[in-house]
């Protein structure tokens, strides 16, 4: 009993931390500095370098924001909407990977003038994704569970 009631404070700790974790930076994202922020990564990114070139800055950062806080908000409505929780879970694996491919295309993500590679700032903010990309998978699976508990009961 105790392990159920820690695996579930876990998981929602979890998917709140999640939730508020992409409403808060996505929020961001309408921020003059936090379009200067992302520059070095969106400029290097194969996929974001044509969308910059068609939106310009602000505009694809206020996309990106928007869609974090859509996503965001998706994972946080598991209590009444498990299916579109999952759904949201899946959109935030998306975006934790694609966020970790800046790893491979950001020149600034690594420091230079070392033997071996090591992570510079950028770098070291970008590989928590990693967890994040674990925690989305995570909530996506419990949240589809929810959903054919939820269907199973309604038949």
């Known amino acids: 009993m105790v392990g159920q009631g820690l695996q ?3 998981f929602s700790t979890i998917r709140y ?3 508020l974790n ?6 961001l994202k309408f921020e003059v500095y936090e ?3 992302i520059r070095p990564l969106v400029t290097a990114s194969p996929l974001f370098s044509r969308l910059l070139t068609e939106l310009g800055e602000q505009k694809l950062a206020r996309v ?3 869609t974090e806080m859509i996503t965001g908000s998706l994972i946080a409505a598991r209590p009444f909407a498990p299916r579109a929780s999952a759904l949201g879970s899946l959109g935030a694996a998306g975006i934790f990977a694609t966020t970790l491919s800046f790893l491979a295309t950001t020149p600034e993500a690594w420091q230079e003038r070392r033997r071996e590679p090591k992570l510079s700032l950028a770098g070291q903010f970008l590989v928590k994704d990693i967890v994040l990309l674990g925690a ?5 699976a419990e949240s589809l569970q929810a959903s054919r508990r ?5 038949r």
């Open 136 to 140: 989305s998978l995570l909530t996506a």
């Open 35 to 37: 379009v200067e922020n």
């Open 64 to 66: 990106i924001g928007a």
């Open 22 to 27: 992409l409403l808060s930076i996505g929020r």
């Open 8 to 10: 579930n404070t876990g």
């Open 150 to 154: 939820t269907q199973s009961t309604t």
């Open 17 to 19: 931390g999640l939730a």
